[in-house]
């Protein structure tokens, strides 16, 4: 379902064929008013096109990188056209709903379901967690991340068996410059240096990982406080939380992982790489 709302790349609306007895297998998870789950997809990060802070105005990255995203996702599922308002909700679209499949690793703390999300007819009852190699490579997290319309983001949880799937895609679309690729700044590194460079290289200038991007909206009243450098980063490794490297046993502080000099930020590793364990 899409209509009259605003999707973006890296999460669907699904109306289960029989709702009860997913809501009794599942009893964390919120459904809306009209009998739909908010599912976000697993492994991936689309470019933000509406992420908003309690109380705050809304952000978005650069055009059109999360539109694409969200178009992509929603073709892969079936949706041959879509027509959109000036605020980005969908008010038209052939066909209106589309058949897929849904396969739960677990609900987060929002009651979102995280999964897999397959297009066509029920392929049969699945659990995600068992890490069926065809059901990864069959998803539209996968395809998402082979065109490089998103980028990865790997939670602990994320099944082990999936990951090095994960990353030779990942790594095969930055090789071939697909999609978001050719225009991240990320590794390259981009200006910080005070509130109005934040914003303006954030929502216009430059493309970046996801992830990283909602932490550093998460500090900007670090910037706007005119804290140094040294503050703003301590609370940016604090927002990112608990990570790890796959490579490596044991968490490692986000600020590791991170340069910051001469008033310009890059992230040191790949994301593929990176392990959210928050």
Sequence with gaps: MV???APDGDSVRFVPDHPIPVAQCMPRLRWSKDGALSVRLLGV???EIHYRRRGQPLWRQPSPWGEQAAQALLNFLGFSSLQRNLAGRVVGADPQA???TLGVLRVDRYGRALGL???GEDRGARDASLAWEDTWEASANQELLRQGHVYPLVHKDFPTDWRISLSTS???ARMQSRGIWPADRTHCGFPLSDAQTLRDTLESACLIW???FRRLVDVETS???GSSSAEWLSRLNRCAGSVSLSSVNGS???LDLISFADGKLQLLVPPEEIVIHS
């Design 210 to 212: 996801p992830f990283l």
């Design 170 to 172: 990942v790594q095969m």
């Design 3 to 5: 209509l009259d709302h």
């Design 252 to 254: 490692v502080p986000f």
């Design 98 to 100: 589309c058949r897929g």
């Design 117 to 119: 999300a397959l297009r």
């Design 223 to 225: 910037f706007l406080r």
């Design 45 to 47: 990060d689309a470019p």
